[in-house]
């Protein structure tokens, strides 16, 4: 059993409730939009994984650290994790191929600022945008998430909000 704390779209803000939130999890996804390397460097000693890609606005030193996507296995579970993937009924150009061909079970993805929690029935896998952590855009709400995994079981998956912008 694997406990996973996931964000995206911290454009360089960093909120001290990161670590409240994420101090007890095995995992912590990052789907992108980083900003700042120092964002990773503080992620990486809350937890014992950090796992990060980069996003559109990330360059540099974060370029150098976060691919652009990451296939990984965690329990039973197979998991995409990159920052422009769409969702069920949208997914970006070839992504629904890309899910197929590897069999994905879960898909996290970031970008839109929109939280997400959807399943993809044609598929068959839980699709996870945690909308955005940080400051910059136009969500009105920050957002992370906080998810166990259980073998092939997604168990206690909780939103917590950051505050209004």
């Known amino acids: 059993m694997k406990k996973i704390g996931i964000l ?3 454009h360089s803000c960093w909120d001290d409730r990161y670590e409240k939130y994420f101090k007890d999890c095995d995992e912590i996804w990052h789907a992108g939009d980083i900003g700042d ?3 990773l460097e503080r992620l990486r000693s809350i937890g014992p994984t950090l796992r990060a890609v980069r996003g559109n606005i990330d360059h540099g030193e974060v370029n150098r650290h ?3 996507l990451l296939i990984f296995d965690i329990e039973d579970v197979k998991v995409l ?3 422009i993937g769409g969702y069920p009924g949208r997914w970006s150009p070839g992504m629904k191929q890309l899910l197929k061909e590897n069999h994905i079970n879960l898909m996290v993805d970031g970008h839109s600022h929109i939280l997400r929690v959807m399943y ?3 598929l ?3 699709h996870i945008n945690p909308g955005a952590a940080g400051h910059h855009g136009w969500q009105k709400e920050r957002t992370l ?3 166990t995994i259980d073998g092939n079981d997604f168990k206690d998956c909780e939103v917590i909000q950051l505050g209004k912008e």
């Open 8 to 10: 995206s779209d911290t």
């Open 37 to 39: 390397i120092t964002i």
């Open 66 to 68: 976060a691919p652009e």
């Open 81 to 83: 994790l990159t920052h």
């Open 120 to 122: 993809d029935k044609d």
């Open 124 to 126: 068959n896998l839980l």
């Open 145 to 147: 998430i906080r998810l």
